[in-house]
C-alpha cells in the first residue's frame, strides 16, 4: 500500500480566486501528487504526495505555478513573510516592474486623450498605452489558452479590449484595460486587508520561547524545547507551551483562547497555556507538552484547516462559475452576430459593441472571491470570541438549526456538587455530620467525594484504616476505630441502618456511625448563571425546540429545567439512551432543520456525533472535546452556543447579501448592454467595482457584537 504524506505551502501574490482553482487543478495533475488544494482565504497550497516525494514535487510545482500565474509565488512555510504589514507590500508593489509599467502606460494614455497639432499620432499612442497597460493580461490570456483553459478574466478582458479596437474604439479600449487594473489593484488590496484582519484574530502564535539552561537564558523556537524543560516568561511577553508554573504570581490575558476578556490569577502550581499573554509578573514555568501538542498549536490547526471544509452555498459558487462564464461568452457571441442577420437595419458594428459589455461583465470574480472570505471571516470571529468551528460546512449547518438539546451536568450546571445544607440527627451535631463524612470519603476521587472534602478538612487531622469503595451504594471505612458509612438509601438499608421515610429525591448522601445514622448531607449542581438568558437568546434566534436530557434524577432534572425554561426534558438515561432518545428525537421532528448537541464532549461523544453539529463545553486544554465535536466553546460559557448561532446567521447573511447583489448588478448591466443602454464603463463597475464591494462587505461578519 502506498504511503502517503501531506505538506503545505504558501502561494505569495495570490488573490485572484480563478487563479487559484487553475493552479488546484494544475498541480493535482503532477505526477505523486494524491490531492491538490488550494486555500484562496489563507494563500495555502495543501498536498497529499507519496512519502519521499515531496522536494520534487514543490519544485515542480513552483515552476509550474509560474507559467501559470508569473506573479504567484510558491514559497514553504518558513520562507513565507509571516504578519508582513498591508503597508510594506503596498511599497513592494509600487516598486515593482508590474507597476512601473503600468504607470508609464497610463501616461501613454493621458498623451492620447490631449488635444494634439497632429492626431495621426493617436492611434500609436493608444497602442503602446495599451500594450503597457494591458500586454500581461494578453499574455496570461495566451499561455491559458495554449493550456487549454479559454474562459477566465484574462480572456474577457483580452477579447473585449481587442474587440474595441477592432471597431476603432481606441479610447475606449485602452480605458477599459485602465480601470480594469485599477479596479484589480483595489480589489487585491481589499482581499489582502481582509485576509490581515481575520488573521489577526487569531494572532496567537508565539514567536520564541525563553529557555533556561542553568543560569543561562536563551530564545529559541517553541517548537525546539523538549517536554520538562523549564522556560521564562517576562510581562507582556505571549506564553509559547503549556506547562505548570514554578515560580513567581502573575495575571493572564487568556482572551485569545477563550475570548474571556477578565484576566485570571495565576501562582505556583498552577497550569498554565500556550497562547496566553503575561501580564504582570515573571514566572518560571516547567513545560508539560511539546509545541506540536500544545493549546495553541491545535487551535491554530483547527482554525487553518477550517477553511478546508467547504460550505454548500461554497460549492454551488465554484460549480457556478463554470457554467456562468461560457454562458455568458456564448451569449456575446450570439449578440454580436445574430440581431445583424435577423433584424433588418441592424448594425454589426452596434451589436458588436453591446457585446463587449457582455464579456466585461461577465467574469464571476465578486462572488468566488467574496464567499470564501465571508466564511472564513466568520470563522475567524468565532475563534475570537472563544468559539472554534472547525469547518464552513459546520458554520453554514449552524444558520439551519431548529433543534438544539442539552447535556445537563457540566453543561447547563457548573458540574460538579456543592454541599447545600447538613442535617444531623439527634445526639449529632451538623460539623459532627459533615467531618464524619469528609474523613470516610477522604480516598474517594468520586465527584460527590471531592464535593464534600471541599466543604471540610477534617479529614487531614484523624486516622482513617479499612476503606472500601462500593460502587453504586457509596464507602465504608473505619475512621479513629469506628465504622463509618457514607452513602445512599441502598448502602444504609444494606448495612441494617434505618433512615427516616418520605426522603426527598435531591442527592442525598447518608452517613451512619457504628450502625446508627448520624445525619445526611444535600448535594445541589448548581446551575450556571448564564443558562436563563441562554434559552432566551436562543428562542430570540428562531430555536423551536429546546431539549434537555440527562442521567440524573428525574427532580433535579426537572427543577434545572423550569428554572431556565426548559419545556421539554428526559431524564434517568443510560448513555446509550441517550443516544435512543436523540435519535427518536428527530425521528419525531415535523421540521428539516439540522439539530444540535451541545454537552461536555467526552461522556458524550456518541450523541455528539449523531448530532448534524456537535458543539463541546470547556475546550482549553481537553483533547477530548476538541477532537469529538464539530463545534468548541473554549471556556464554560453555556452563552456562547447563542454567539455561535448568531454569528452563523450574519455569516449567511451576508454571503447572500453579495450573492444577490453581484448577480443583481451583473444582469441589470447585462440587460441595459443588450439593449445599448449600458456602456463599457458600467462594465467595468459591474465586474471589478461589485468585487471590491463585496470582499469589503464580507468581513463585516467579525464585528457580531456579543448580547
Same mark, same amino acid.
Given at each position: ?10 502561494l ?8 487559484a ?52 509565488t ?10 508582513r ?21 497610463s501616461?501613454?494614455f ?11 499620432w ?24 495554449l ?36 479596479g ?6 481589499? /482581499?489582502?486587508? *481582509? ?5 489577526? %484574530?487569531?494572532?496567537?502564535?508565539? #514567536?520564541? $520561547?525563553? @529557555?533556561? &539552561? ?59 497555556l ?10 518560571e ?34 460549480k ?7 454562458? /455568458?461568452?456564448? *451569449? ?5 452576430? %445574430?440581431?445583424?442577420?435577423?433584424? #433588418?437595419? $441592424?448594425? @454589426?458594428? &452596434? ?44 458554520l ?29 440527627m ?7 455530620v ?50 463509618? @458509612? ?11 441502618v ?56 428525574k ?27 436523540f435519535?427518536?428525537?428527530?425521528g419525531?421532528?415535523?421540521t ?83 439593449f445599448?443602454?449600458a456602456t ?28
Open positions: 500500500m502506498e504511503k502517503l504524506e501531506g505538506a503545505r505551502f504558501c505569495e501574490g495570490l488573490n485572484c480566486a480563478h487563479c482553482g487553475k493552479i488546484e487543478e494544475e498541480v493535482g495533475t503532477l505526477s505523486g501528487v494524491k490531492s491538490a488544494r488550494v486555500d484562496f482565504a489563507q494563500q495555502r497550497l495543501v498536498l497529499e504526495t507519496l512519502e519521499g516525494e515531496g522536494e520534487r514535487i514543490f519544485e515542480e510545482a513552483k515552476r509550474l505555478i509560474k507559467e501559470i500565474e508569473p506573479h504567484v510558491l514559497l514553504k512555510q518558513e520562507e513565507a513573510g509571516h504578519g504589514e498591508g503597508e510594506l507590500a503596498l511599497k513592494e508593489a509600487l516598486k515593482s516592474p508590474r507597476f512601473l509599467l503600468f504607470a508609464l502606460g501616461l501613454f493621458a498623451l492620447a486623450v490631449f488635444p494634439k497639432a497632429d492626431p495621426s493617436d492611434v500609436w499612442i493608444y497602442l503602446v498605452a495599451y500594450g503597457l497597460i494591458g500586454g500581461e493580461i494578453l499574455l496570461l490570456a495566451f499561455r491559458n489558452i493550456r487549454g483553459q479559454v474562459f477566465d478574466e484574462n480572456f474577457l478582458m483580452s477579447l473585449a479590449t481587442i474587440g474595441a479596437f477592432a471597431i476603432g474604439e481606441y479610447p475606449e479600449g485602452v480605458a477599459v484595460m485602465f480601470f480594469y487594473r485599477i484589480e489593484f483595489f480589489q487585491d488590496l481589499a /482581499v489582502e486587508r *481582509s485576509r490581515k484582519s481575520i488573521t489577526s %484574530l487569531m494572532g496567537i502564535r508565539p #514567536e520564541f $520561547a525563553r @529557555l533556561k &539552561e542553568g543560569e543561562e537564558l536563551l530564545e529559541v523556537e517553541p517548537a525546539s524545547v523538549l517536554v520538562g524543560s523549564t522556560i521564562l516568561v517576562r510581562p507582556g511577553e505571549r506564553v509559547p507551551l503549556d506547562g505548570v508554573i514554578l515560580l513567581g504570581n502573575s495575571t493572564l490575558d487568556l482572551s485569545a483562547l477563550t475570548g474571556e476578556s477578565l484576566p485570571k490569577e495565576v501562582s505556583a502550581g498552577d497550569e498554565i500556550s497562547g496566553a499573554i503575561n501580564k504582570t509578573g515573571v514566572l514555568v516547567r513545560t508539560t507538552k511539546s509545541f506540536g501538542e500544545s493549546t495553541v498549536a491545535k487551535i491554530l490547526d483547527l482554525v487553518q484547516n477550517a477553511s478546508a471544509k467547504k460550505a454548500k452555498t461554497e460549492q454551488f459558487i465554484t457556478f462559475a463554470r457554467y456562468y462564464t461560457p454562458f /455568458v461568452v456564448i *451569449s456575446a457571441v450570439l449578440l454580436a452576430f %445574430l440581431p445583424p442577420l435577423l433584424i #433588418e437595419g $441592424a448594425l @454589426l458594428e &452596434e451589436w458588436f459593441r453591446r457585446s463587449l459589455v457582455f464579456l466585461v461583465v461577465s467574469c464571476p470574480c465578486a462572488l468566488v472571491v467574496s464567499i470564501p472570505l465571508t466564511f472564513f471571516a466568520g470563522i475567524g470571529g468565532a475563534s475570537k470570541a472563544g468559539i472554534l468551528i472547525k469547518g464552513g460546512n459546520f453554514e449547518a449552524l444558520h439551519e438549526v431548529d433543534t438544539v438539546v442539552f447535556d445537563k451536568t457540566g453543561t447547563l450546571t457548573k458540574g460538579f456538587f456543592e454541599v447545600a445544607e447538613t442535617v444531623a439527634e445526639g449529632f451535631s451538623k460539623e459532627e459533615l467531618a464524619l463524612a469528609s474523613s470516610v470519603e477522604s480516598h474517594s476521587n468520586h465527584p460527590i467525594a471531592l464535593s464534600i472534602k471541599r466543604t471540610s478538612q477534617a479529614s487531614q487531622k484523624v486516622e482513617v484504616s479499612d476503606y472500601q469503595e462500593l460502587s453504586g451504594y457509596g464507602v465504608s471505612a473505619k475512621v479513629e476505630g469506628r465504622i463509618v @458509612l457514607a452513602g445512599n438509601a441502598k448502602l444504609m438499608k444494606e448495612q441494617g434505618s433512615i427516616p421515610s418520605g426522603m426527598s429525591d435531591e442527592t442525598l448522601v447518608y452517613v451512619a456511625l457504628e450502625g446508627r445514622l448520624a445525619g445526611y448531607l444535600i448535594l445541589r449542581d448548581e446551575i450556571k448563571p448564564e443558562a436563563a438568558s441562554l434559552i432566551e437568546r436562543l428562542k430570540n434566534l428562531g430555536i423551536k425546540q429546546l431539549v434537555m436530557l440527562t442521567g440524573d434524577k427532580e433535579s432534572a426537572q427543577k434545572v429545567a423550569q428554572a431556565i425554561g426548559i419545556t421539554s426534558f428526559e431524564a434517568e438515561l443510560l448513555p446509550h439512551e441517550k443516544v435512543e432518545r435519535e427518536a428525537l428527530l419525531a421532528r415535523a428539516q432543520g439540522k439539530s444540535v448537541f451541545v454537552g461536555d464532549g467526552i461522556n458524550d461523544a456518541p450523541v455528539l456525533a449523531l448530532s448534524d453539529v456537535g458543539i463541546a463545553m470547556g475546550g482549553v486544554g481537553s483533547d477530548a472535546a476538541i477532537e469529538a465535536a464539530d463545534v468548541v466553546i473554549m471556556n464554560d460559557e453555556i452563552g456562547k452556543v447563542a454567539t455561535a448561532i448568531a454569528i452563523a446567521q450574519k455569516t449567511h447573511t451576508i454571503v447572500w447579501q453579495n450573492i444577490i447583489f453581484a448577480l443583481g448588478v451583473k444582469g441589470a448591466i447585462l440587460i441595459m448592454g443588450a445599448g443602454v463599457m464603463w458600467e462594465a467595468v463597475f459591474g465586474d471589478v467595482g461589485v468585487a471590491l464591494i463585496a470582499v469589503l462587505n464580507a468581513t463585516r461578519v467579525m464585528n457580531l457584537k456579543e448580547s
